[in-house]
């Protein structure tokens, strides 16, 4: 066990650094964030912030002399960083887990040789290869670069031959898949965490909305019944044994018109459709990765409340601050900001929490609230 008073490494910076880094501070633990930006989120409320790159070897040595620990708030941190930390300190969850994830080909047919379904799909790494890939997945499709993506950037829909190849050539001709656009009935994630010793615990499912490809808002508990949620929540842990994971992961399904459920992706970390614990769960998840990681007990997943959580994008800022009012003087609103300085179009600048017991009233009202920023 890593008692409180060790100092715990985080590759990345971003705001799931941040908010790990808020919940292992809590705990008395010391933060080190290794990340290139120096205004990254997690690096300005940190106990130290190396900004170098990656893979510099100074900083790495730094960060295995320094650490009891490390872990990722990011799947695509270079490989080999992994494994020269690995050769010096433990890292959780571990490079295997990471490769894993960091090429979507290579995930789903990992996941398929669980025997769990994903959507149909193909890999793509030549223009020649799309008319028998089309052929086999069918259209309507989407093609997404196969590393890289996130927040649907990288991913072209796709309506016939001639839109494919223009959309690997509009992707610059990287490795990519071509999958299947599923007739979606809704969109669900279970967050789990698995210790050191194996053990695991799910979080209650999120129900997800995206837009554009980004999601928009969680509900918890999810508008599914209980024996899809006992499903998803089992192959999450199937996923996460396979993996031989250590820490917080999360795993996003599609549940189709036919009520089918179907893996969509796998993210090593901590997740946007968990930030609902934070506010609503007795363990947040960024302190269950803290536990996970440290080889603490794993901390109590269970729901205090119906919670719905909206995503704030940087187009909310467009022009100047949002109109927090109705937000803050709402009772049971919670709002998180991430610190960052720049604003972009869909850029995550923050998410708030909106509790309550009634979980129709708490959708329609944070939808209300979201209206009331701009
Ligand atoms: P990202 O890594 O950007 O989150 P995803 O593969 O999760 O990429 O895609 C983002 C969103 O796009 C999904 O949450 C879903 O709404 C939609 N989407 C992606 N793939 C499919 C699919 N095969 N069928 C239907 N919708 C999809
Ligand atoms: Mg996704």
Same mark, same amino acid.
């Given at each position: 066990?890593?008692?409180?008073?060790?100092?715990?490494?985080?590759?990345?910076? %971003?705001q799931?650094?941040r908010?790990?880094?808020?919940?292992?501070?809590?705990?008395?633990?010391?933060?080190?964030?290794?990340?290139?930006?120096?205004g990254?989120p997690?690096?300005r409320i940190?106990?130290?912030?190396?900004?170098?790159?990656?893979?510099?070897?100074?900083?790495?040595?730094?960060?295995?002399?320094?650490?009891?620990?490390?872990?990722?708030?990011?799947?695509?941190?270079?490989?080999?960083?992994?494994?020269?930390?690995?050769?010096?300190?433990?890292?959780?969850?571990?490079? &295997?887990? #990471?490769?894993?994830?960091?090429?979507?080909?290579?995930?789903?047919?990992?996941? $398929?040789?669980?025997?769990?379904?994903?959507?149909?799909?193909?890999?793509?790494?030549?223009?020649?290869?799309?008319?028998?890939? #089309?052929?086999?997945?069918?259209?309507?499709?989407?093609?997404?670069?196969?590393?890289?993506?996130?927040?649907?950037?990288? =991913?072209?829909?796709?309506?016939?031959?001639?839109?494919?190849?223009?959309?690997?050539?509009?992707?610059? $001709?990287?490795?990519?898949?071509?999958? $299947? &656009?599923?007739?979606?009935?809704?969109?669900?994630?279970?967050?789990?965490?698995?210790? *050191?010793?194996?053990?695991?615990?799910?979080?209650?499912?999120?129900?997800?909305?995206?837009?554009? %490809?980004?999601?928009?808002?969680?509900?918890?508990?999810?508008?599914?019944?209980?024996?899809?949620? $006992?499903?998803?929540?089992?192959?999450?842990?199937?996923?996460?044994?396979?993996?031989?994971?250590?820490?917080?992961?999360?795993?996003?399904?599609?549940?189709?018109?036919?009520?089918?459920?179907?893996?969509?992706?796998?993210?090593? &970390?901590?997740?946007?459709?968990?930030?609902?614990?934070?506010?609503?769960?007795?363990?947040?998840?960024?302190?269950? =990765? *803290? &536990?996970?990681?440290?080889?603490?007990?794993?901390?109590?997943?269970?729901?205090?409340?119906?919670?719905?959580?909206?995503?704030?994008?940087?187009?909310?800022?467009?022009?100047?601050?949002?109109?927090?009012?109705?937000?803050?003087?709402?009772?049971?609103?919670?709002?998180?900001l991430y610190g960052k300085s720049?604003?972009?179009?869909?850029?995550?600048? %923050?998410?708030?929490?909106?509790?309550?017991?009634?979980?129709?009233?708490?959708?329609?009202?944070?939808?209300?609230?979201?209206?009331? #920023?701009?």
């Amino acid at each position: 066990m890593i008692p409180p008073g060790n100092t715990l490494g985080m590759l990345g910076g %971003g705001q799931l650094g941040r908010m790990f880094t808020v919940a292992a501070r809590t705990l008395g633990y010391r933060v080190l964030v290794l990340d290139p930006d120096p205004g990254s989120p997690a690096g300005r409320i940190a106990d130290e912030h190396l900004h170098s790159a990656y893979g510099d070897a100074w900083a790495l040595e730094q960060m295995a002399a320094r650490c009891a620990v490390v872990t990722t708030e990011f799947e695509n941190i270079p490989a080999q960083t992994l494994h020269t930390l690995a050769g010096l300190i433990p890292v959780r969850p571990g490079a &295997r887990a #990471l490769e894993c994830t960091q090429d979507r080909g290579r995930e789903k047919a990992m996941i $398929q040789s669980l025997g769990l379904e994903t959507a149909p799909f193909e890999r793509v790494t030549h223009k020649e290869q799309i008319k028998a890939a #089309l052929a086999a997945v069918g259209t309507p499709a989407i093609l997404k670069r196969a590393a890289l993506g996130y927040d649907g950037k990288g =991913q072209v829909g796709v309506a016939s031959l001639a839109a494919a190849e223009a959309g690997f050539d509009h992707l610059g $001709q990287v490795p990519c898949v071509l999958e $299947q &656009r599923l007739p979606l009935e809704r969109e669900i994630s279970v967050v789990l965490a698995r210790g *050191v010793g194996g053990e695991t615990l799910c979080y209650p499912v999120a129900e997800n909305i995206h837009r554009h %490809g980004i999601l928009h808002m969680s509900i918890v508990p999810a508008r599914i019944d209980h024996a899809t949620a $006992q499903a998803a929540c089992r192959a999450a842990i199937q996923l996460a044994e396979a993996l031989e994971y250590c820490g917080v992961m999360a795993v996003e399904f599609f549940i189709t018109t036919a009520g089918e459920l179907r893996v969509n992706e796998i993210a090593p &970390r901590p997740h946007n459709s968990g930030h609902y614990t934070l506010d609503a769960c007795v363990t947040s998840q960024f302190e269950q =990765q *803290v &536990r996970a990681i440290c080889a603490l007990p794993l901390g109590d997943t269970r729901l205090l409340s119906p919670v719905v959580m909206v995503n704030l994008l940087g187009d909310l800022w467009a022009d100047g601050e949002p109109r927090w009012g109705a937000l803050l003087e709402h009772p049971a609103a919670k709002l998180h900001l991430y610190g960052k300085s720049q604003a972009r179009p869909g850029r995550k600048m %923050g998410h708030f929490c909106v509790l309550g017991d009634d979980r129709d009233r708490i959708i329609t009202e944070a939808e209300t609230l979201f209206a009331a #920023l701009s």
